[in-house]
């Protein structure tokens, strides 16, 4: 593991990665963060848990007062495992279940809300700042969340690609998919998530862009590491 330096201010010892739905961001962030010693935190889980507190309370109407309850029950008990990616709510383990497709076009949904955007922003950057180095992915990370992140990179894929790692993703996990639907459910969500008023899924104008369709994600991960290597994020070379 490498033992990272700080040739930025503490506070910004962050590598943000924003790209579409399935272009491997959790992935490739879970492999920089290891291999830098600092924690990996995917803020799409957090937008999916509000989504599965909506849809498992079965309410419509994301008023303000559902929104403020359901934020304040995340921000104390909502938690992510850095090392394994695993969610929970309390003792309770979501990481699947905000995966379903249904969860995830809700999460889509509600997060063109600007009032569940400025709630969850605090809860994003606490989470990051409370440690000593982190890499965290999602559609705003480099744009609103950490815009003075030394190290921005905007990963994306095919929407075919992305659908295919999205339909082995679920089967892996016993959730039997279409791959049309998967496909046509993915151009929505980047269309919602391309298109919104609030906070667009869009590359940083510093943000360093990659195409993961035909590469690997630790040919990614490489990359990545290898720009946090220029920016003095890391020690040396022989260590990656
Ligand atoms: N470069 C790659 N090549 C092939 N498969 C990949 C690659 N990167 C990630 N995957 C696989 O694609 C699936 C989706 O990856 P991941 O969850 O990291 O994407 P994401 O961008 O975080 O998606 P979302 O935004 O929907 O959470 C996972 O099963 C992952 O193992
Ligand atoms: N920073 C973020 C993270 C996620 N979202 C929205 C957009 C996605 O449709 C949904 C789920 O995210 P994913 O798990 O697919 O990365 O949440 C957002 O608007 N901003």
Redesign the pocket.
């Known amino acids: 593991m490498l033992n990272s330096i700080s040739h930025v201010p503490e506070k910004l010892k962050v590598i943000t990665i924003d790209?579409?739905?399935?272009?491997?961001?959790?992935?490739?962030?879970?492999i920089v963060a290891s291999k830098l010693g600092w924690i990996y935190v995917?803020t799409?889980?957090i937008y999916r848990t509000l989504a599965l507190l909506f849809h498992e309370a079965n309410i419509k109407d994301t008023d303000l007062e559902n929104i403020e309850r359901f934020i304040s029950f995340i921000s104390e008990r909502y938690r992510q495992e850095s090392s394994t990616g695993k969610v929970f709510i309390g003792e309770r383990e979501i990481t699947q279940e905000i995966?379903a497709p249904l969860v995830?076009e809700l999460a889509s949904i509600l997060a063109q809300e600007d009032s569940v955007r400025k709630r969850l922003l605090p809860i994003q950057r606490k989470v990051v700042l409370n440690n000593h180095g982190a890499v965290v992915?999602?559609r705003d990370m480099g744009t609103v969340v950490f815009p003075d992140a030394p190290l921005k990179i905007f990963?994306t894929?095919s929407a075919k690609?992305?659908a295919e790692?999205?339909w082995?993703?679920l089967n892996?996990n016993g959730q039997k998919t279409d791959i049309k639907e998967l496909l046509r459910e993915i151009h929505e969500?980047d269309e919602r998530d391309l298109n919104r008023a609030i906070a667009p899924l869009k590359a940083a104008h510093d943000a360093i862009s990659l195409d993961?369709t035909k590469?690997?994600?630790e040919?990614?991960a490489k990359a990545i590491l290898q720009f946090a290597m220029q920016k003095d994020l890391v020690i040396s070379q022989n260590e990656l």
Do not use: H, N, W
């Open positions: 790209g579409p739905a399935g272009s491997g961001k959790s992935t490739v962030a879970r995917t799409g889980a995966k995830s992915d999602g990963l894929a690609e992305r790692r999205r082995k993703e892996q969500r993961s590469s690997t994600q040919e990614i």
